[in-house]
């Protein structure tokens, strides 16, 4: 694998680790620093011993964090995409933390092309569910980027006034 191919495998172990990283937080109740400290030292370190590629330790903790920290607008931004019937507070708990990822990662993270974080969210979505969630992980992020990222998909930027 190419060093370029390493380093887009070690986000994607990262997105995949903030996600159960966001899960166990739910679950559990469990404070986020003391989750990404035990995901780093403990899970990363024994994969890297293993020789197996590792997480890329920054990203998971900058979406970890990140989630965590602007959790509210996170999920204002989520409810907004969803339709009358369905509720935050009722989604599964992995999906959760998947549209929770998703969702900050388009709103906060500038270095990858939105195509690319829906496709890297939906993705993991089917590595999780096999009925119609990846879809709907697909329409909510989509619409979400081309809100708040239109120049990446040709929209014109609304005019001011």
């Known amino acids: 694998m190419s ?3 390493v380093n887009i495998r070690k986000r ?23 989750v990404v400290r035990e995901f780093k030292e ?16 920054q990203f ?6 990140g989630v965590v920290a602007e959790q509210d607008a996170v999920d204002a931004a989520i409810r907004a995409k969803l ?6 507070s009722r989604m599964d708990v992995i999906l959760r933390a998947i ?15 939105a195509i690319v974080t829906i496709d890297q969210y939906v993705s993991l979505t089917s590595d999780f569910y096999e009925g119609k969630e990846p879809s709907f992980v697909n329409a909510a ?6 809100e708040h990222r239109p120049a990446e998909f040709g929209i014109p930027a609304p005019i001011a006034g």
């Open 42 to 57: 403990y899970w990363f370190e024994n994969a890297a011993t293993a020789g197996k590629i590792t997480a890329n330790k």
């Open 141 to 146: 992020l989509d619409k979400l980027a081309r």
């Open 60 to 65: 998971f903790e900058l979406l970890v964090m």
């Open 12 to 34: 994607q172990l990262a997105r995949l680790s903030a996600v159960q990283a966001l899960y166990q937080m739910d679950l559990i109740e469990s404070k986020s620093k003391l």
């Open 83 to 88: 339709s009358k019937t369905r509720r935050l």
């Open 3 to 5: 060093a370029s191919g």
């Open 99 to 113: 549209m929770r990822c998703g969702t900050y990662e388009i709103l906060r993270v500038f270095d990858v092309p």
